[in-house]
């Protein structure tokens, strides 16, 4: 494990066997990079890098990546900002973006959305886990049209607590229903992971490889 120079703190993890894949993944609001320290082993896949980001704002101890509603597109541009930039660092020649992918859980869910759907490069997958959409009709209009094929995995709890189950699930409806192929997932989980819908990411990713 060792630290990126990038324009957010990170942590990362390369690979056990040499390889252009990597997993970026994207934490919730009050967490950080540290929260997710657990999933690489847990995932168990040699020839992928993986790299946690810290969002760009304090928040009670942890960090965030946007304010609360309804205050989050200021932050949800910054963050999408400065996500621009480090894929583009990240994706010019020592990472292949084909390969690779994006996991984001409840504020980095959004991000996962509201920025990787935008972003110019197509990765091979997009996770977003107990997460919503800012806006899913603005998000089709402005979305990189060649996103819509890719593989996309949405999961959430039917008794999720924080992100209620019926607005994400009626978010990620509009966006099916504009042409967008996502794979929706129901867990009875609140808002966390558990370990059926882990075991399920890790054959979808395997899937797709």
């Not at 091979?124 to 209009?141: F, H, T």
């Not at 966390?192 to 075991?199: H, W």
Request: proline fraction near 4%; glycine fraction near 8%; aromatic fraction near 14%.
């Amino acid at each position: 494990m060792k630290n990126l120079n990038l324009k957010l703190n990170n942590l990362f993890y390369p690979s056990k066997i040499p390889s252009k894949k990597l997993m970026i993944i994207l934490h919730g609001r009050g967490d950080s990079s540290a929260g997710f320290t657990w999933l690489p082993p847990y995932l168990q896949m040699d020839d992928m890098n993986y790299l946690l980001l810290d969002a760009p704002y304090e928040y009670y101890g942890g960090c965030s990546w946007y304010g609360l509603p309804p205050h989050q597109k200021e932050g949800i541009v910054y963050s999408s900002k400065i996500l621009t930039e480090i894929f583009d660092n990240l994706f010019e020649e020592e990472y292949d973006a084909s390969q690779s992918f994006l996991f984001g859980f409840s504020q980095g869910s959004l991000l996962t959305f509201e920025f990787g759907a935008r972003y110019h490069k197509t990765l091979a997958g997009y996770m977003a886990i107990s997460g919503y959409i800012y806006d899913a009709e603005k998000l089709l209009e402005e979305m990189n049209p060649k996103v819509k094929e890719a593989k996309w995995l949405c999961t959430h709890g039917e008794s999720d607590g924080v992100l209620p189950y019926a607005t994400s699930k009626a978010q990620v409806e509009i966006l099916q229903n504009g042409g967008f192929d996502i794979e929706f997932k129901t867990y009875h989980k609140d808002h966390t992971l558990v370990k059926e819908e882990l075991d399920m990411i890790v054959a979808w990713i395997k899937s797709i490889e």
